[in-house]
């Protein structure tokens, strides 16, 4: 088969979906479909007065930097423009600069249970081999005709003779519906302490915070059914504040599921209270290693603003991963804040989506490039919760004294846990 016109073929079978956007908002970008040879650079540009973020979802095959796109290998991958709420998707396919004739997709996703016949870019007519490296996962026949069995990750390989090419191919999972697990309405007349650990510290949570936690009911109690942690002005231990933490660590620790609670934050500057977690082995290899997901954290002197934050050894304290989001009415009222933690959601990648009232604020996955290395993503074991209300420190910022006239209460209404079983 004539080169040009096999490399023709496979151009006009991506065109067909390369424009595609995952907003409403379409990113106008100056071609969709890009064939590149190794080792050749093109200019990508974007209609767009915004400022653009470029990413390639595969920097093996091309990489991508202020919309020039370098190709290092055979294969294919997507460049993603995004600029605000726009986003646009160029598909590129690189082809050998010296003689190599063979690519596949760099990956696919498929569902359980189906079929999908795999068609490498090749110059030549000649038989191919193909071969899967879990074949309790997907099988490959001679034709390229892929069978998926069971969720996880292979990798399918195909030769012609003297060269291969691979594709990555992660099967999704198929859930059921969610269902609750674990709660603490807070409905007795104390704190559960079979669920609870309560912190008695002044140590500033390594963020210079100004308040010491006790576990007297002043700071700490439960009243009509809600958890009140409770912060004051007062000389205590040394410090000038006190407030109250708790944690399940090693009494009640979750790996995947949906986490949520119902929290009414308080008002006034210099308080930060927060809902979050972290990784069960935090005493075993400390922190950043453990992993930190901070579903909600709310500053009093951004009254308007809540923030939610990954931390892992890669990005962690100021260079953290972390959205801010602009939320009307959040002190003194109640709201429910939550994550959906999903295992294996998107090409094998485990997701973490933040959540507002519901509603979709902010979504975090790990990266085809570093699965499974926890300093980039430890976000793959048991976490426990964790409940507070800090006074100051590096994000809570400058307090303002005259607050404390009146009660400065954090309340949680109950916290639940739920998790999805995998349909056989």
């Not at 095959?61 to 986003?87: D, E, M, N, P, S």
């Not at 026949?141 to 390989?157: D, P, S, V, Y």
Request: charged fraction near 15%.
């Amino acid at each position: 088969m004539n080169r040009h016109v096999a490399l023709l073929l496979l151009v006009v079978a991506y065109a067909l979906t390369a424009c595609s956007t995952s907003q409403p908002e379409l990113l106008q970008l100056s071609t969709h479909v890009l064939q590149l040879q190794v080792g050749e650079v093109h200019i990508l540009t974007a209609a767009t007065s915004d400022k653009v973020i470029w990413h390639s979802e595969d920097t093996l095959v091309a990489q991508v930097l202020h919309g020039v796109v370098t190709a290092k290998q055979v294969g294919t991958t997507r460049i993603i423009a995004q600029a605000g709420k726009a986003q646009a998707v160029c598909q590129v396919f690189v082809s050998g600069a010296e003689g190599q004739t063979l690519a596949l997709p760099a990956y696919l996703q498929l569902e359980r249970d189906t079929t999908y016949l795999l068609q490498p870019a090749s110059l030549y007519d000649i038989p191919l081999a193909w071969q899967s490296s879990d074949t309790l996962v997907a099988t490959v026949n001679a034709e390229g005709l892929i069978t998926t069995h069971q969720a996880g990750r292979t990798t399918l390989t195909v030769s012609n003779g003297f060269e291969t090419a691979s594709c990555y191919l992660a099967v999704k999972h198929r859930w059921g519906e969610y269902q609750l697990v674990w709660s603490d309405e807070f409905d007795a007349a104390t704190l559960n302490t079979d669920n609870w650990n309560i912190e008695v510290n002044g140590n500033g949570g390594g963020n210079q915070e100004l308040q010491y936690y006790t576990a007297r009911p002043t700071n700490l109690r439960v009243e009509n059914g809600i958890l009140i942690i409770e912060a004051h002005k007062e000389n205590y231990q040394g410090k000038r504040y006190t407030s109250a933490r708790i944690n399940t660590m090693n009494k009640q620790t979750f790996l995947y599921g949906k986490i949520e609670a119902r929290i009414a934050f308080p008002s006034g500057g210099g308080t930060w209270p927060a809902f979050w977690m972290m990784g069960n082995d935090y005493s075993r290899v400390g922190w950043p290693a453990c992993g930190e997901i901070d579903i909600i954290e709310h500053v009093g002197n951004q009254p308007n603003m809540i923030t939610h934050a990954l931390h892992y050894p890669y990005k962690s304290g100021g260079n953290c991963w972390s959205v801010q989001k602009t939320q009307n009415n959040i002190e003194n009222q109640y709201h429910t804040y939550a994550i959906e933690w999903l295992q294996e959601e998107e090409y094998g990648r485990d997701v973490i989506r933040f959540l507002y009232d519901g509603q979709v604020q902010a979504v975090q996955s790990e990266t085809l490039e570093n699965m499974d290395n926890e300093y980039f993503w430890p976000f793959n074991k048991p976490n426990f919760i964790l409940l507070n209300m800090a006074i100051g420190g590096s994000m809570g910022g400058q307090v303002n004294d005259q607050i404390f006239s009146q009660p400065i209460q954090m309340k949680v209404d109950w916290v639940r846990v739920y998790q999805r079983k995998e349909i056989e």
